[in-house]
């Protein structure tokens, strides 16, 4: 019994110390907490003012990472952006190169085509089909 008031104080001791450490690991938890969410800030203001990120893609990238539970805003964007190809621009000629539309551009055949289509009243089965198959083939070419 004499050892008692030792078990007490050496418990109470015990106890303020676990406190001590739930509450330093508490504070260490806050501030990591904090600094991801600073970071995360800094990242999407980032997206909207260099990359030019709407706020609709702003919000589809912070789904995504709530979805795939990433912390890192780049990794998402880089997820987002591989999912989410940018359209390719128009240009001349179909292509890298070229300097004109091809507006004027218009072969023999599909001049006459055209006459029949507007003889038929776009009725000709065959002849639009003969005009769509032509597209396609230059479109898959690059020629328009």
């Known amino acids: 019994m004499a050892n008692e008031p030792l078990n007490v104080m050496k418990t109470e001791l015990t ?47 912070r789904k995504l990472m709530e979805t795939k539970g990433l912390l890192d805003v780049d990794d998402a964007v880089a ?4 999912a989410n ?21 218009v072969n023999d055949k599909s001049d006459e085509l055209i006459k029949q289509l507007i003889a038929s009243k776009g009725e000709n089965d065959y002849v639009t089909n003969q005009m769509t198959t032509a597209a396609l083939q230059d479109f898959r070419a690059g020629k328009r």
Do not use: C
């Open 15 to 61: 106890d303020q110390i676990a406190a001590l450490k739930k509450e330093r690991d508490d504070e260490r938890r806050e501030q990591t907490l904090a600094s991801i969410a600073d970071k995360q800030a800094k990242a999407f203001a980032r997206l909207k003012n260099e990359h030019r990120y709407t706020d609709e893609g702003v919000e589809a990238v």
């Open 85 to 105: 190809p940018p359209a390719v621009p128009a240009t001349p000629g179909g292509g890298m190169t070229g300097t004109s539309w091809g507006f004027a551009d």
């Open 79 to 82: 997820i987002f952006e591989r």
